[in-house]
């Protein structure tokens, strides 16, 4: 696997730009309850992307990609809790893996990384929600995560169509006080 991943940060952003816009459009159209419908177009996930970059930019996010020769394949979001009482505690969002490049081990190689920066960050307090029933909860059991249930109906797939959460989470370490 030649597969590289890379933490960006502001400045990188404008390269993996369009690579990270049509991997967001290869998962909403194969089904990714990611936050966007159907019609989701280009120019919506451009303007996602600049929503990205702007929280990137202030410190409450971090974003990796995972690429080969030049190609998007994968990328996770780290939300940075702002909070004063919450400061040990970051939100996993988007772990997207483009539909040619699945069962490589790209999202395994993205969750790795995003859990040693938490740590390093002194984020000892991971959570994310999944779509209840997807391929994505057994890779998260795999990593460690622990599931404290869901919501029914909480979001709707690019079908339009509600559908129940899972929510999972895992402690990388006590805060201290």
Request: include cysteine; charge should be negative; proline fraction near 2%.
């Amino acid at each position: 696997m030649d597969v590289m991943l890379q933490r960006l940060d502001s400045m990188d952003f404008a390269s993996y730009r369009q690579g990270l816009v049509a991997l967001l459009l290869d998962a909403v159209s194969h089904g990714a309850s990611v936050g966007f419908l159907a019609d989701l177009d280009e120019r919506g996930a451009a303007e996602y992307f600049a929503q990205v970059h702007a929280a990137m930019t202030e410190g409450s996010l971090l974003l990796w990609v995972a690429h080969e020769q030049g190609r998007v394949l994968g990328s996770v979001q780290l939300s940075l809790c702002q909070k004063p009482n919450g400061l040990n505690r970051a939100e996993i969002q988007k772990l997207l893996v483009h539909s040619e490049a699945r069962r490589r081990g790209i999202a395994r190689l993205l969750m790795q990384a995003l859990e040693q920066e938490a740590a390093a960050q002194k984020r000892g307090l991971l959570y994310l929600d999944t779509e209840a029933g997807s391929d994505a909860e057994s890779l998260y059991r795999h990593l460690g995560y622990s599931s404290i249930g869901g919501l029914p109906d909480y979001a709707c797939g690019p079908d339009g169509i509600y559908r129940g959460n899972a929510i999972y989470y895992k402690t990388l370490s006590r805060p201290s006080a």
